[in-house]
Nanobody, 118 residues
């Protein structure tokens, strides 16, 4: 399974970015796809997840600013990020897992850098 993320970059405070992540290979469906991020010197943290039917979950720090969505036909998850803050600067990793795979295995992409400048 490969997860290819794109869309990161440099943006000013208050700006917007859209991340995409496409899964390929052999994986179970239905599944959950989502995003974590890791800032320098900090632990990786959950940003948002979307279940197969699109039900989202968000970290408190991004609620109201980020929107996760997915296109199951394209095996792709998106993260629309708006009102970006400097503290959003991090490497963003997409991931996928399915409760139908036992034992559970989480698949991770290589990450895409998001830098928010003041």
């Amino acid at each position: 399974v490969q997860l290819q993320a794109s869309g990161g970059g440099l943006v000013q405070t208050g700006g917007s970015l859209r991340l995409s992540c496409t899964a390929s290979g052999s994986f179970f469906s239905p599944n959950v796809m989502g995003w974590h991020r890791q800032a320098p010197g900090k632990q990786r943290e959950l940003v948002a997840t979307a279940t197969w039917d699109g039900t989202p979950t968000y970290a408190d720090s991004v609620k109201g600013r980020f929107t996760i969505s997915r296109d199951n036909a394209k095996n792709t998850v998106y993260l629309e990020m708006s009102k970006l803050k400097t503290e959003d600067t991090a490497v963003y990793f997409c991931y996928l897992y399915s409760r139908y795979e036992s034992p559970r295995r989480d698949y991770w992409g290589r990450g895409t850098q998001v830098t928010v400048s003041s």
